[in-house]
T-cell receptor, first 111, second 111 residues
Framework: GQQLNQNPQSMFIQEGEDVSMNCTSSSIFNTWLWYKQDPGEGPVLLIA?????ELTSNGRLTAQFGITRKDSFLNISASIPSDVGIYFCAGPIQGAQKLVFGQGTRLTINP | NAGVTQTPKFQVLKTGQSMTLQCAQD?????MSWYRQDPGMGLRLIHYSVGAGITDQGEVPNGYNVSRSTTEDFPLRLLSAAPSQTSVYFCASRIENSPLHFGNGTRLTVT
């Protein structure tokens, strides 16, 4: 089936550093979604992207919809302890009946 | 507004036992789905439903049954649990063309 590949799979950073992660696919997506999962909870939507080249921000988070429509990027500026968690990219397939997810990027922050 | 409610939060089963994971939403969402989350594999779709009386298979449906007799409820049944079904299970729902809302998960261990 269609796969979304996220990189890196894990990150260990210092508080205050900027973070970059990406998601790639062999197939074209018309929508890219970025979710965050806090420990013990379900994923929560951070940013939704609907157009190739689109750049969207949500506070310290910025996400981009790649021009090729086969990738997306998420950046976090000036990380803080509450940014810890797992970040997932996701995209709809089969007429948006199904949502497929990447493997996740686990972010750990050293104070 | 409770959102998506999953019960139980934790469950331990022995191989061969059956059980039902409950999911209820109070947002009048037509679409509901079940995912399982395993380390390094992200979230994988088990089954989904686009409305009462309609269900369909996702990426990993084997060993699981679902039904959708009401808009609010979407139970997931394991008829004969296997150790490979040890995972964290998430239920999610949405209205058309909107992002998924996730429950807080059920952590299942099969020994």
């Amino acid at each position: 089936g269609q796969q979304l590949n996220q990189n890196p799979q894990s990150m260990f950073i210092q508080e205050g550093e900027d973070v970059s992660m990406n998601c790639t696919s062999s197939s074209i997506f018309n929508t890219w979604l970025w979710y965050k999962q806090d420990p013990g909870e379900g994923p929560v939507l951070l940013i939704a992207l609907y157009k190739a080249g689109e750049l969207t921000s949500n506070g310290r988070l910025t996400a981009q919809f790649g021009i090729t429509r086969k990738d997306s990027f998420l950046n976090i500026s000036a990380s803080i302890p509450s940014d810890v968690g797992i970040y997932f990219c996701a995209g709809p397939i089969q007429g948006a009946q199904k949502l497929v997810f990447g493997q996740g990027t686990r972010l750990t922050i050293n104070p | 507004n409770a959102g998506v409610t999953q019960t139980p939060k934790f469950q331990v089963l022995k191989t061969g036992q059956s059980m039902t994971l409950q999911c209820a939403q109070d947002m009048n969402h037509e679409y509901m789905s079940w995912y399982r989350q395993d380390p390094g594999m992200g979230l994988r779709l088990i089954h989904y439903s686009v409305g009462a009386g309609i269900t369909d298979q996702g990426e990993v449906p084997n060993g699981y049954n679902v039904s959708r007799s009401t808009t609010e409820d979407f139970p997931l049944r394991l008829l004969s649990a296997a150790p490979s079904q040890t995972s964290v299970y998430f239920c999610a729902s949405r209205i058309e063309n909107s992002p998924l809302h996730f429950g807080n998960g059920t952590r299942l261990t099969v020994t």
